[in-house]
């Protein structure tokens, strides 16, 4: 007596034909409920890019209003690449990880320069740009060229994850290897636009972090973490997050006459290029004044007194946390310039808002636009010298 044979595998463990019935499954779904997002309503690959880039570490309804006001002020590669990076970062500001905008920037200079204009379509060209790793070339190469590369983001690795049961830690090399395996074994041959986005999708709207709602969900039935686990939200498995260390960092509001005087960041490192009023990290046990009056010393070279604190700023970064303490400043000595430099500028109050600040400083900013008690604009003259 004959034996049935088995369905044939494919090489993730699906059958054949469940490997189809998920492809036809997620588009279906996809072509149904996706969003109705800007950067969707094109494949222009410009458009596309400036999406890729705005979406790293951040949420849709975050980058949405940033996308629409970015794209109306740089509407080409040409435009951005003849901005300045000021332009740029104040377009950027209040987004976080400037190293973004930073890297568009000098990526659309190369753009224009080395390709007239056009962004690449070769893997290697555009895997070679500033800011564009295997994720948003993948994501750019499918979307705007429909190129057969599957883009494995956060949403990604989570829908794969809870799909294949995978309970090893994704930030391990050998597991993202895998999960880019078989993102590539999913991938719909020519339709690569529409499953890279309809994956990324399902991630986002249904496959979540926490409370996923797995009844909604297209391809429930081929997802071994929704049939074998009892909480499908435990995958990803990722390493415990260590606590984030505590810095207080100071400020000096260093005022002359209406203006204050702001520094710019060095272009390289944590929030380059912003501007920021001077200070430093505070250190040891010394007293927030102390440390105010040294750090702003050691940046700029002026001597300056205290004239009035501000509210203190909670600020949480990556790697790291801060309390920002500003203090209203005057200078004793006149040892700087009063005039413009490099890396430092004296601003009319009213005109700060034209440079690009961190989230923490802008909130030092805003304290001084809303006090309405103390009135401190109003004291700005009064415990000021006259300019130098």
């Not at 950067?39 to 570490?57: A, C, F, G, K, T």
């Not at 990556?318 to 200078?331: A, D, E, K, P, V």
């Not at 310039?337 to 400083?361: C, E, G, I, M």
Request: with cysteine.
């Amino acid at each position: 007596m004959s034996q049935a044979a088995s369905p044939e595998k494919s090489p993730s463990g699906l059958t054949v034909d469940e490997v189809a019935g998920f492809r036809r499954r997620i588009l279906k779904w996809y072509s149904v409920h996706q969003r109705d997002l800007p950067w969707r309503r094109n494949d222009d690959p410009y458009s596309v890019w400036i999406s890729e880039m705005l979406l790293q570490q951040t949420r849709v309804d975050q980058a949405r209003p940033y996308y629409d006001r970015f794209m109306a002020r740089f509407p080409t590669v040409q435009a951005l690449a003849e901005a300045s990076i000021d332009e740029v970062l104040k377009s950027w500001e209040g987004l976080g990880y400037y190293a973004r905008a930073r890297n568009a920037h000098r990526a659309a200079i190369r753009i224009v320069s080395e390709y007239g204009g056009r962004i690449p379509s070769d893997p290697i060209e555009i895997g070679g740009l500033p800011g564009i790793g295997p994720y948003t070339a993948a994501a750019i190469l499918s979307i705007a060229y429909n190129k057969d590369h599957a883009a494995v983001d956060g949403n990604v690795i989570r829908v794969l994850s809870r799909l294949f049961r995978i309970e090893d830690l994704v930030s391990r090399t050998p597991v993202k290897r895998r999960l880019q395996w078989l993102a590539d074994t999913l991938l719909v041959p020519g339709r690569a636009a529409d499953f890279n986005q309809a994956m990324m999708e399902l991630g986002a709207t249904v496959c979540l972090p926490r409370n996923p709602v797995c009844e909604f969900c297209p391809v429930m039935r081929y997802c071994k973490a929704q049939a074998l686990l009892s909480d499908p939200s435990i995958l990803p498995k990722k390493a415990p997050r260590k606590e984030r260390p505590h810095r207080d960092v100071l400020a000096g509001l260093v005022v002359n006459d209406d203006r204050i005087l702001i520094v710019q960041r060095p272009m390289d490192g944590l929030l380059g290029g912003l501007w920021e009023f001077p200070g430093g990290n505070r250190e040891g046990e010394e007293s927030l004044v102390d440390g105010v009056v040294r750090s702003v010393l050691g940046t700029t070279g002026l001597a300056i007194s205290i004239v009035q604190d501000l509210p203190q700023v909670s600020h949480a970064f990556t790697h790291f946390r801060i309390t920002l303490h500003g203090f209203i400043c005057h200078l004793t000595s006149d040892s700087l310039d009063a005039q413009t430099s490099d890396n430092y500028r004296w601003v009319p109050f009213d005109q700060l808002t034209k440079f690009a600040f961190s989230r923490a400083h802008s909130r030092l900013i805003d304290f001084l636009r809303s006090d309405k008690h103390t009135g401190l604009r109003d004291r700005f003259v009064s415990v000021s010298p006259q300019t130098p």
